[in-house]
Each structure stands twice: as C-alpha cells, then as structure tokens.
C-alpha cells in the first residue's frame, strides 16, 4: 500500500471544463485514476493547505472540489514543514510562494508519502527537479516521493489512452 499525496492540481483537473484534446484527456486521466484510487489499496492523503487552496478564489466547480477532497486525511502542518518550506525557497528549489509548490512538497516529505500526485509539471513533476530535490531532502533527513501525474499512476501510455 502507497500513500499518495494529492495535491491542488489533481481536484482542478478532476472538474476540468476546457474541450481542448489535451484539457480533455487530463481530465479523464485524472477522474480514472482518482475514482479507482479511493477504492484501491492505496491511501490518498492531502493536507490543510491544498483545502485553503481550493477554497480561495471564485472559479465554478470550487463546492465540488473541496468536497472531493473532504474525504482525504489530512496531513499536518507541524513547524517542522514550515522548516522544510523555508529550505526549499533559501535554495531556490520551488517557487517564492511559500504557500505553493514548496508548502506541498515540504508536507509530502515530512511525511514520507510515496507518491506526490499532481499535473503542474513545471515546478513539482518535473525530472529536472528530481536530483536537487533528492539532494536537499537528504540533507534534510526527510522522505522523497515520487513526483508523478495521474498518467503516470495509471501505468498508461499517452499516446495509447
């Protein structure tokens, strides 16, 4: 059994309403691979700050998305992540939003989930970040998901879906 982080990105995606083949497929990745996670062996946590995130700001699907996510647990927010997130920005690692991509990572890491799910490919699941990820978060004694897409985690070839 893995523990999957899930992160903002994954509940946009999962109300996705854009028709552009490319939207439309991550929408379907990401509602095929979530449906079968809940029902899975896995468990699928997220934390505090990924619900303050799909609370704020007004955009149409935002009741669904925060009830989506209601049913995960929720990993905390000890002062130990808060640490970790201001590693991340002091290195450069994640965007200066100490809110953001940092504050997800930092809490996957803290607590050693296996997985960080999430379609922002720019700054989380990116393979350039992989090697200075790994090399901060040995430094700092903490855990390192794999950052992956719903794609990814549904074993599926993109060209085949």
């Known amino acids: 059994m893995a523990r999957i982080y899930v992160e903002t990105s994954i509940a946009s995606f999962y109300y996705e309403v854009r028709s552009e083949p490319d939207m439309v497929a991550r929408r379907d990745w990401t509602r095929r691979w979530f449906d079968a996670a809940l029902i899975g062996t896995d468990e699928l946590v997220t934390s505090p700050a990924t619900l303050a995130e ?22 905390s927010l000890d002062n130990a992540v808060i640490d970790i997130v201001d590693a991340y920005l002091a290195r450069k690692l994640m965007p200066q939003d100490p809110e953001g991509d940092a504050l997800h990572l930092a809490v996957a890491s803290y ?51």
């Open 54 to 75: 799909l609370q704020s700001g007004d955009y149409p699907s935002k009741n669904d998305a925060v009830k989506l996510f209601d049913r995960l647990p929720l990993l």
């Open 111 to 161: 607590h050693r989930c296996d997985f960080l799910v999430t379609w922002n490919c720019k700054h989380l699941a990116n393979a350039n970040k992989f090697g200075q990820i790994e090399r901060v978060n040995a430094i700092l004694g903490i855990g390192n998901p794999r950052l992956v897409t719903p794609l990814e985690l549904l074993g599926e070839n993109p060209t085949h879906a």
